[in-house]
């Protein structure tokens, strides 16, 4: 059985920092994988973050992180990161991490939600102004 367990969140002021973890069980990071960072704030529609090759670690960002974030991985540990600094009141959403082991693209990975086939429960990230 697969399982995205995310950790990090919190509470930060505007400008600060916070760094997500996403620890995988059950789910190899091989060639095919990616795995990726998504938020839902209150009200508006799940959108993607960034997201993260496990062959070469390739990595892919939406345009409003703009520098901010940072997606990392440390395939000995099975575990996704994203680095978020100069935090902002519209960051404020929960946070999932979501995988997907056989991913075939020209992409080094994708911010669709639909090709991923694992998610995590989320972890609730607010900043303060």
């Known amino acids: 059985e697969v399982q995205l367990v995310e950790s990090g969140g919190g509470l930060a002021q505007a400008g600060g920092s916070l760094r997500l973890s996403c620890a995988a069980s059950?789910?190899?990071?091989?060639?095919?994988?990616?795995i990726g960072w998504f938020r839902q704030a209150p009200g508006k529609e799940r959108e993607g973050i960034s997201c993260i090759s496990s062959s070469d670690a390739s990595t892919y960002y939406a345009g409003f992180v703009k520098g901010r974030f940072t997606i990392s991985s440390d395939n000995a540990k099975n575990t996704v990161y994203l680095e978020m600094i100069s935090l902002k009141p519209e960051d404020t959403a929960v946070y999932y991490c979501a995988a997907v082991d056989e991913y075939y693209s020209d992409l080094p990975c994708d911010l669709r939600s639909d090709e991923y086939e694992y998610w995590g429960q989320g972890t609730q990230v607010t900043v303060s102004s």
């Open positions: 059950g789910f190899t990071f091989d060639d095919y994988a990616i």
